[in-house]
């Protein structure tokens, strides 16, 4: 493939598309918010990106680009093995976003916001960071622009993730353990609860609180905001030009969804082809943070604290607390505006996955490929798995963005190859809990701009039930395949659990041991009244297989030792 050159210039959907823009609302005047209050926290010339409306394109600095170009253009590779797999006639490409000096997307924002930042007078960054990312991204980009950076990294992470947090130091940053002791929001917590290990929303709020009381500090952000959905349109940019070099053109278009800033980068340059030509958009989620399949489009709080203005979006109510999952990027409660925007239009949608199907995806990708993915990038994995499976009989152009490497994630592979990773579920209770705190605080939402819930939301809802991946019921949770499945990934059950699933009175064993790969066509050559497979050791299931063993009741042993 003919090496595409490095886009000069950031793609602006705000001008682009005006109506996927709604302005940030001062919660306490109702007002949209002013750029001067923006730029107590981001440097001028990011407050001007942010707000920007005129400019479909806007240039990147010289410098910025030369940083860039180390890494990018980022790879667009055909995934064969995947295709051989699955036994799909689809073609599936991924943009590799992992090449870049730290392991993902991050870093092309983390570059620009220290440029920025840098030009501006300021001397430092503050930001935080949850498992470890972002804060990466923008320690690389502080050290190469001789920027002070002082990251606040959620308690737990701290603990149990060192490799990050030595990444981040050896870039010359200072790393925090949050709550610390510099903050009034990081001494409260440490006043209420000794031991505390934080979170997300207090190590955004420790990193405010510390911007606001220095006025030669930014603070610096790792998503959702336009300006970083901005500095990601590069990635998207090149993939088009990749895709014209490579004579094809994408059916659909697939990314996770953490913040957003990775999808929009994705396919905001796509939005302005003619409406024929333009590719499916799916958004992956995790099922339990399931911000648009579960949440409201309205407007809420970025942060925990409600300390940032409004911002009009799918949210499941900042209070929001996710579960733990092994996909740390994933867990944040709302989405970016314009990202948000174009799927309530109708323009995307979003499917939510769980975890064990997202680590059957990323081993299969592993096995396949020989990359081994992010958690969070694995959701795009599956979708896309799951996409070429549902079309396995047509030529269609899958196209998804690997939004990063796992080699710091690799304890979590071991728990899945273990056999000792829990699935994800829904947490509908905390959901309605969250999302009636938010009704609640409707109060202050802007009564100017928004009257509640979206009505073109429940039209939208209506029109893509169908495409949610629905959830584990709860049910489900005692039948044999869901306990296999809960235990025993990749059919790795341990000797007694099959013995016990196989012995069942009822049960009919379904012999598979000359499969490698157990696709859901495998599974539709078995018995319909087949309760047990039986696969060869290390086998692996696809994540369209391990959905239809779950809808069948279908256990899952191997045949090891
Ligand atoms: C942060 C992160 C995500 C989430 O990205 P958003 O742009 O916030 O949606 C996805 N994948 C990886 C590898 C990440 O680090």
């Known amino acids: 493939m003919a090496r595409t050159p490095v886009p000069t210039h950031w793609f602006n959907v705000n001008a682009a598309i005006p109506e996927l823009y709604e302005p940030y609302v001062d919660p306490e005047t109702n007002d949209p918010v002013t750029d001067q209050a923006l730029e107590e926290l981001f440097a001028p010339e990011l407050v001007a990106q942010e707000v920007n409306r005129a400019d479909t394109w806007l240039p990147i600095p010289e410098e910025v680009l030369r ?7 980022t790879p667009l590779l055909r995934a064969r093995g995947l295709e051989a797999a699955l036994d799909t006639r689809c073609r599936i490409l991924y943009k590799y976003e992992g090449a870049s000096p730290i392991g993902s997307h991050k870093a092309n924002s983390g570059v620009a916001q220290a440029y920025f930042t840098k030009r501006s007078g300021r001397d430092r960054v503050y930001a935080e960071t949850g498992a470890g990312q972002w804060g990466s991204a ?3 980009g502080s050290a190469f622009n001789g920027l002070g950076c002082s990251v ?50 207090l190590a955004i709020a420790e990193a405010v609180e510390a911007t606001k009381a220095d006025p030669a500090a930014s603070y610096a952000l790792g998503s959702a905001f ?80 409600g300390l940032t203005p409004l911002i009009k979006m799918y949210t499941l109510g900042h209070k929001f607390a996710p579960p733990s999952i092994h996909s740390g990027g994933l867990r944040y409660h709302g989405l970016a505006p314009q990202v948000s925007k174009l799927i309530n239009l109708g323009m ?20 396949t490929e020989g990359i081994v993915p992010a958690p969070e990038a694995a959701h795009g994995i599956a979708a896309a798995c799951h996409y070429a499976t549902k079309h396995r009989d047509e030529e269609r152009t899958v196209v998804f963005c690997l939004t990063g490497h796992g080699f710091f994630d690799l304890p979590a592979y071991q728990t899945y190859l273990t ?19 938010l009704s609640r605080v409707s109060g202050t939402r802007p009564t100017s701009l928004a ?108 045949n090891e030792r």
Request: proline share 6%; aromatic share 6%; net charge negative.
């Open 67 to 73: 940083r860039l170009s180390t890494w990018r253009p």
């Open 138 to 140: 923008i320690s690389l």
């Open 152 to 201: 606040f990294m959620v308690g737990s992470s701290f603990d149990s993730k060192p490799s990050r947090r030595i990444l981040m130091e050896t870039f010359g940053s200072t790393v925090e353990r949050s709550p610390t002791e510099h903050t009034d929001a990081g001494r409260s917590e440490r006043a209420r609860t000794p031991d505390s290990t934080g979170g997300l929303g």
């Open 226 to 305: 336009g300006f970083v959905c901005l500095h990601q349109t590069i990635i998207g940019q090149e993939l088009k030009d990749q895709l014209v070099d490579a004579g094809v053109e994408a059916d659909v278009l697939i990314s996770c969804i953490g913040g957003g800033s990775s999808f929009g980068g994705v396919i905001f340059p796509f939005l302005t082809d003619p409406p024929g030509r333009r590719p499916e958009l799916i958004a992956a989620e995790s099922n339990a943070v399931p911000k648009v399949t579960r949440g409201e489009f309205t407007y809420d709080h970025g942060d925990s604290s």
């Open 348 to 367: 995307g949608r979003a499917e939510a996955y769980a975890q064990l199907e997202i680590f059957d995806a990323a081993t299969l990708f592993a096995r």
């Open 419 to 437: 056999g000792n990773m829990e699935d994800s579920d829904t947490p509908d209770d905390l959901i309605e809990k969250s999302l009636s705190g």
């Open 451 to 558: 009257s509640g819930r979206d009505t073109a939301f429940a039209g939208w809802q209506r029109r893509h039930a169908g495409a949610r991946t629905s959830p584990p019921r709860r049910g489900d949770r005692d039948s044999p395949a869901a306990r296999a499945g809960a235990t025993s990934p990749l059919g790795r059950v341990s000797r007694a659990d099959g013995d016990r699933a196989a012995s069942a009175a009822d049960s009919t064993v379904t012999d598979l041991t000359g499969a490698q790969v157990v696709t859901e066509r495998t599974l539709g050559g078995c018995a319909p009244d087949t309760t047990v497979i039986v696969v060869q050791p290390g086998a692996v299931l696809t994540p369209s297989a391990r959905s239809e063993l779950r809808r069948r009741g279908i256990a899952v042993r191997n």
